[in-house]
């Protein structure tokens, strides 16, 4: 079995032909967490779950790119869909109501993005605190919930360390032997991309570390390496960061194979041995 723990089956890009992917992606024994991004991501994700029983599930939330939509102009991505920046604010009781499905394991993808950012200071402030404050909201969210969390980064590692050890911390301490662990938070970070520092401090707080076709691109050699194999997770965040070897294509988890043989080369052991781990390690963290 393999489990890509980060894919969006549920966006326009596999409109036309998502029986098709879900057919060739089944039949080779590889899992999913298909992840919402909005409202309408997340909505479309559990529908389209409800269909299967066993083998495709949900992270529903609200992605930082869109957290405080009122700063920043971003063009609509038709490989996502038609819908974006609607949500003017996070409403956690929308979200409730998807997170009722058997099929949602995760809140996210959340978290912090500074890539698209506003010219002024006080503007820049402003849809920082804005992005924190919603950040923080779906951290609530989850720990209501007890369900782990999807975080997404670019360009935030500090904010987003700090944040978690903050927020994280202070409640595992004061839990004690007796304490109510179901206040826990632990989660991924996705789609990796920091150092080999900033990685063991997320490791620190409990979290898993995402790879994909990313690391085809980027020196990340050495993170992999040093990353121990119980905390890495596999994942394609497909359609988008296909693979070199399917170059021209449109990601979509079957080509999570060439991430996985990478990762073995890097470590020196079989493709197998990536395969089972990480998806043992996303059956212990999704509960699946």
């Known amino acids: 079995m393999i489990i890509d723990t980060h894919s969006h089956l549920n966006f326009a890009a596999f409109k036309k032909d998502f029986d098709e992917v879900m057919k060739r992606t089944l039949a080779q024994d590889i899992w999913m967490v298909n992840v919402g991004t909005n409202y309408q991501t997340s909505k479309s994700a559990v529908?389209?779950?409800?269909?299967?029983?066993?083998?495709?599930?949900?992270?529903?939330?609200?992605?930082?790119?869109?957290?405080?939509?009122?700063?920043?102009?971003?063009?609509?991505?038709?490989?996502?869909?038609?819908?974006?920046?609607?949500?003017?604010?996070?409403?956690?009781?929308?979200?409730?109501?998807?997170a009722e499905s058997k099929k949602v394991v995760a809140i996210g993808e959340i978290g912090l993005d500074y890539y698209y950012k506003p010219k002024t200071a006080v503007k820049l402030s402003q849809f920082k605190e804005k992005q924190k404050k919603v950040f923080l909201e779906q951290l609530d969210l989850a720990r209501e919930l007890n369900l782990p969390v999807i975080l997404h980064c670019r360009v935030a590692h500090d904010?987003?360390?700090?944040?978690?050890?903050?927020?994280?911390?202070?409640?595992?301490?004061?839990?004690?032997?007796?304490g109510n662990h179901k206040s826990k938070i632990n989660g991924v970070i996705h789609c990796f991309t920091g150092s080999i520092e900033e990685m063991k401090e997320y490791i620190a707080t409990g979290f898993y570390i995402g790879f994909n076709g990313i690391i085809f691109k980027l020196p990340l050699d050495e993170v992999i390496?040093?990353?121990?194999?119980?905390?890495?997770?596999?994942?394609?965040?497909?359609?988008?960061?296909?693979?070199?070897?399917?170059?021209?294509?449109?990601?979509?988890?079957?080509?999570?194979?060439?991430?996985?043989?990478?990762?073995?080369?890097?470590?020196?052991?079989?493709?197998?041995?990536?395969?089972?781990k990480t998806a043992e390690n996303a059956r212990k963290l999704f509960n699946i």
């Open 47 to 98: 529908e389209l779950a409800e269909k299967y029983n066993k083998g495709v599930y949900v992270s529903v939330g609200l992605h930082p790119n869109y957290a405080a939509p009122e700063f920043i102009k971003l063009r609509t991505d038709p490989d996502e869909g038609e819908f974006l920046i609607k949500e003017q604010a996070f409403d956690k009781q929308k979200y409730l109501v998807l």
């Open 159 to 178: 904010d987003v360390i700090d944040i978690l050890k903050s927020y994280i911390l202070p409640a595992r301490h004061s839990l004690g032997e007796g």
């Open 225 to 276: 390496k040093n990353c121990p194999l119980e905390r890495i997770l596999m994942e394609t965040d497909c359609p988008y960061l296909t693979p070199p070897q399917e170059l021209g294509k449109r990601n979509e988890p079957i080509f999570i194979k060439h991430t996985i043989q990478k990762i073995a080369d890097l470590k020196g052991v079989s493709f197998q041995q990536i395969a089972d």
